[in-house]
């Protein structure tokens, strides 16, 4: 290859200047064109739309379509800002091996020809050409991480998770193939009798391939292993989804009766708890000491809390619950009065039903119960019960009338 | 044994062991020696250490099926099966409004007030959660929206599906107890042969 004249070289220098500044200048329109996937005319002048696609920066894949980004633009793009929906894996290695081994050989001519400003100019060349190569291994592998780290969070469905992490496997195998190809045999071979070369092509692209190996195959697990869960949530939401339909159309559905099975499934033998309990030992002489201790731990505790009330109270709530006894006792007896009444057609008599059962209660309080329970009835259901106070005059002046008895009697509706 | 006390206070209080609900434990009760001491330990108790298929919860299980254990286990089978259709209704309406892509499992997080403020501005969320709420396994008595989601909590909680890590917050970790459900329901389905699919089919792949 004939070596670039300035001229030439100054001019490429100016071209690809003047384009890259075209990216900057229009940079948001052009991101906007890349997140919409075609470009809005309207945002940019005549000349420079001219200019953008003069530069190989949009194009109109078709007349009918707007015009769009290069692939290449994208792609870049989608590199620089790792966007995994859009990032492309190159897995071609055949055509940079290629490429190594003619510049091997053009290297090889020009020294043979003592050109050396040639030679230097291959080899520099070359050094790009192995770079690339190795680059675009951990590029591919960049990406592969970054979408593994992400659980493919750039996909919102898990089907489209499922989907996302089998295409990686897909280039993550391509990349392998490719892997394959490099036979370093025939890289030695090439760099036979030159130090630079043996550097670049043997040292160098071995250790990178090597880690590129690596790691290729610690993504490949992961990938797999990732997959598994995704399909495991997948076949997890689906059973949920269809037992509940099932059970829900199948209301009465009753499963077998596992426990009772001479063989019963292991998921179904749930033991009942048991709650440990543990009280003070008080035979063994050597453990006094400690709970000497606790006990005296303990008072001291519940005398901060407890100030000087402490056995007022405390008779108070003993007294009170004899009260309650009593006082639940009575509301049971009087219960079973009006279910007694409710049992019998006619009329009931309070004082009558009182000696008839031998009830130990004052005959005043068991009257004053019996009313205090009808007063307590709810609405409706008082009127199902009808109250007759058997009344009479407190005495031949005084007109308060005294209840002497009280009968009951169920009411008809 | 010493060391397994509490542990073993646990198991035997009826508690399913996981890698949420008890790292540590968890990860003595993967050790096959443990797991020996331990049921040596229970077999006076008629009592022995389990898992589900996947080894992913432990609890204890009955070592002889005798009378009062196949009652015991009747009871418990009785209450399970009852409370299949709300579990799974609870795992859909989680699912459904936290918008998440799977099903919930060990170790995932809910937010209390997040499940709340979603639910209240969808009706049919609402709804469900409603129905739900007043489901005899939860049976909340409240119409309010955020006393049914807390009891709703509370319940599932106290059945060891949920952890709370710190009482006074009102965030919850899905334990391991969910993997048993699941395996629980699978193996229903299997036994009894029912039309329930759990394979996506070639068109959902495609």
Redesign the interface.
């Given at each position: 290859m004939a070596p670039l004249d300035t001229g030439v070289a100054s001019n490429l220098f100016s071209v690809g200047a003047e384009r890259l500044a075209l990216l900057g200048k229009h940079h948001k329109a052009l991101m906007q064109g890349y997140l919409d996937g075609f470009i809005d005319e309207a945002a940019f002048s005549e000349s420079a739309l001219k200019k953008l696609i003069a530069a190989r920066i949009l194009w109109r894949p078709d007349e009918q379509q707007p015009l769009a980004l290069r692939p290449l633009v994208s792609e870049l793009i989608a590199s620089m800002v790792a966007d995994e929906n859009r990032r492309q894996i190159n897995a071609d290695v055949a055509e940079k091996l290629e490429q190594i081994r003619n510049r091997v050989q053009a290297y090889r001519d020009a020294q043979y020809k003592s050109d050396y400003s040639v030679a230097e100019l291959q080899l520099q060349r070359l050094t790009e050409h192995v770079h690339d190569l190795s680059g675009q291994f951990e590029e591919a592998i960049d990406s592969l991480w970054h979408r593994l780290n992400s659980d493919f969070g750039f996909v919102?469905?898990?089907?489209d998770?499922?989907r996302e992490n089998e295409r990686a496997q897909k280039q993550l195998r391509r990349l392998l193939d490719g892997l394959v190809l490099l036979d370093f045999n025939e890289l030695i071979e090439l760099s036979e009798g030159n130090n630079q070369l043996r550097k670049l092509l043997v040292s160098q692209l071995q250790n990178q391939l090597s880690s590129h190996h690596s790691s290729l195959l610690e993504v490949q697990k992961r990938l797999v292993e990732l997959l598994a869960r995704f399909r495991q949530?997948?076949?997890?939401?689906?059973?949920?989804?269809?037992?509940?339909a099932?059970?829900?159309q199948h209301p009465k559905y009753?499963?077998?009766?596992?426990?009772?099975r001479s063989d019963?499934?292991?998921?179904?033998?749930?033991?009942?708890?048991?709650?440990?309990q543990a009280a003070i030992a008080l035979d063994k002489a050597s453990e006094r000491q400690i709970l000497a201790e606790l006990v005296r731990a303990l008072p001291r505790a519940a005398v901060i809390n407890l100030p000087d009330q402490q056995s007022a109270s405390f008779a108070a709530v003993m007294e009170d619950e004899e009260i309650a006894a009593r006082q639940q006792a009575l509301k049971t007896d009087v219960e079973n009065f009006y279910l007694r009444v409710i049992d019998k057609a006619g009329p009931l008599s309070a004082l009558d039903y009182l000696t008839e059962h031998q009830l130990s209660w004052d005959s005043e309080i068991w009257l004053y119960q019996i009313i205090a329970e009808y007063q307590a009835l709810p609405v409706d259901e008082k009127h199902m019960f009808a109250i007759k106070r058997d009344e009479v005059p407190a005495s031949a002046v005084n007109s308060l009338l005294l209840i002497r008895d009280i009968s009951l009697s169920l009411q008809a509706a | 044994m010493l060391q397994h006390g509490p542990l073993l206070?646990r198991l035997?209080?009826?508690d399913f062991i996981c890698q949420v609900s008890d790292e540590d434990a968890f990860r003595h009760l993967s050790l096959e020696q443990t797991q020996q001491d331990i049921n040596h330990y229970l077999r006076p108790?008629?009592?022995r250490l389990?898992s589900?298929d996947d080894n992913s919860v432990y609890?204890?299980?009955?070592h002889e099926?005798n009378k009062a254990?196949?009652e015991?286990?009747?009871s418990?089978?009785a209450l399970?099966?009852q409370s299949?259709?709300p579990l799974?209704?609870w795992?859909?309406l989680v699912?459904e409004t936290l918008g998440r892509?799977?099903?919930l499992?060990a170790g995932d997080t809910i937010k209390l007030q997040e499940f709340v403020l979603r639910t209240e501005d969808n009706q049919s969320l609402r709804q469900r959660l409603n129905q739900l709420a007043s489901d005899r396994f939860f049976n909340s008595q409240s119409d309010a929206l955020d006393n049914q989601v807390k009891l709703i909590f509370r319940r599932l909680k106290e059945h060891g599906y949920l952890l709370q890590p710190h009482s006074d917050r009102q965030y919850y970790i899905v334990t391991g107890k969910i993997d048993?459900l699941?395996?629980?329901?699978?193996?229903?389905?299997d036994?009894?042969h029912?039309?329930?699919?759990?394979?996506?089919t070639q068109q959902?792949?495609l």
């Open positions: 919102a469905s898990l089907d998770k499922i949530q997948q076949s997890r939401s689906m059973l949920i989804t269809n037992m509940a099932f059970l829900r009753q499963p077998a009766d596992y426990p009772n019963v499934p292991v998921l179904f033998n749930q033991a009942a708890a048991i709650q440990p | 206070e035997l209080a009826g108790l008629n009592r389990v589900n609890f204890l299980a009955y099926l254990a196949r015991q286990l009747s418990q089978f399970t099966v299949l259709l799974l209704e795992l859909q699912q892509d799977s099903a499992t048993y699941i395996d629980v329901i699978r193996f229903i389905r036994e009894e029912l039309p329930v699919d759990d394979t996506p959902a792949i």
